[in-house]
């Protein structure tokens, strides 16, 4: 039974949000035009294309078409998913004057050290593991919240890190587009170079607040 | 396609793959093997051995470079054209399969126009991944790893795909793959309606073909 003036119960949740920082300011650590690029474009088109997946799946439940609502789930992943994994990754990302690249303090501190060793230990093992991964994807610090324990893992293309079970604290885009455009000419060793010089920017209070408030 | 784009793409990543390539392989079984063979051994059925992502993407990058021409694109003629005509409805038909397999590919792949027992097949691969795996006989590629378009067009994967199948595929090298890919193709019989039934046959002495006699 159709209900006159109802509402797509989509189409005006999902938006882009704002950057707590302006598009130059995580520079040379990323450029601002990569910046501009990866949040009005890439992060943008996650979202619309997220949007028209799941109106369309609102259409196919009200037509009861199994086939359609099951074709439409990898549109919703990968959108929604990109939606997901973007919307943290702006904000493990912090001007050093606002902080970023100071390394993290208390609870999260400890944890790196008795997990890993050190932070730097960290940081070698998500390069190493994000220089690694083949295609496209994500690297991130998790937490198993069910052992307490954190964990470094990758996941592909735009899978969110809750497929692995896993509460995501940080993640690094290593998708092509995330460097890209630096490439060759700030950074001579591309994927890797840009690994190395994220650390400038990362916002560990972000990343944190993430750990306590799952812990 | 800038120049920039290729000098990064066929300079960068290719040598790349390349280099490590040969590194992997040095010392190994695998040194002195066929590329293409290096490709199906290595996928090991679903459980890649460590050489095939750097032997599959440097074949895939080979195939595309050669996929490519300046002036390039549009429809193409020969025998290439009558076999999509025939089997893909039309030229646009095989635009629109090609657009939606390279527009569909998440995340980083390839978008193919192969031969999947003898009937053509646009098809598309993610990552390294080739059609050669499923013992297709692949006869043009599109590189839609970011990579590919990035400097050139940053997300605008579509147009990067219109740009290619207007301006840059070389339907001449189609043509010739295809022509090879018959060599290894079963066509099924011929049509025997097409042979000319009047026509004489010839002693190998009338067709002026020396014979030399067995002497044993």
Known sequence: MAVAGQQSRASHSFTLPDLDYDYGELEPAISGEIMKLHHTKHHQTYITNFVKALEQLEQAEKDGNAEAIVKLQGAINFNGGGHVNHSIFWKNLAPSKSGGGEPPEGKLASAIKDEFGSLEKLIAKMNADGAALQGSGWVWLGLNKDLKQLAVQTTANQDPLASKGLVPLLGIDVWEHAYYLQAWTDYKNVKPDYLKNIWKVINWSDVSSRYEANL | ?216
């Open chain 2, 1 to 216: 396609m800038s120049k920039k784009t290729l000098e990064v793409h066929w300079g960068k990543h290719q040598r790349g793959y390349i280099e490590n390539l040969n590194r992997q392989i040095a010392n190994t079984p695998f040194e002195g093997y066929l590329l293409e063979d290096i490709v199906k051994i290595s996928y090991n059925r679903g459980s890649p051995q460590p050489a095939f992502n750097n032997a599959a993407q440097a074949w895939n990058h080979d195939f595309f470079f050669t996929s490519l021409k300046p002036g390039g694109g549009k429809s193409p003629t020969g025998e290439i054209a009558e076999l999509i005509d025939k089997q893909l409805g039309s030229y646009d038909n095989f635009v629109k399969e090609f657009k939606l397999a390279a527009a569909s590919q998440f995340g980083a792949g390839w978008a193919w126009l192969a031969l999947k027992e003898a009937k053509l097949v646009v098809e598309k691969t993610p990552n390294a991944i080739n059609p050669l795996i499923w013992d297709h006989i692949p006869l043009l590629v599109l590189d839609v790893w970011e990579h590919a378009y990035y400097l050139d067009f940053q997300n605008n994967r579509p147009d990067y795909v219109s740009t290619f199948l207007e301006h840059l595929v070389n339907w001449d090298i189609v043509n010739a793959r295809l022509d090879r890919a018959k060599a290894f193709m079963n066509w099924g019989e011929p049509d025997w309606d097409l042979f000319d039934k009047d026509a004489d046959i010839l002693t190998y002495e009338e067709a002026g073909i020396d014979v030399v006699e067995d002497s044993s």
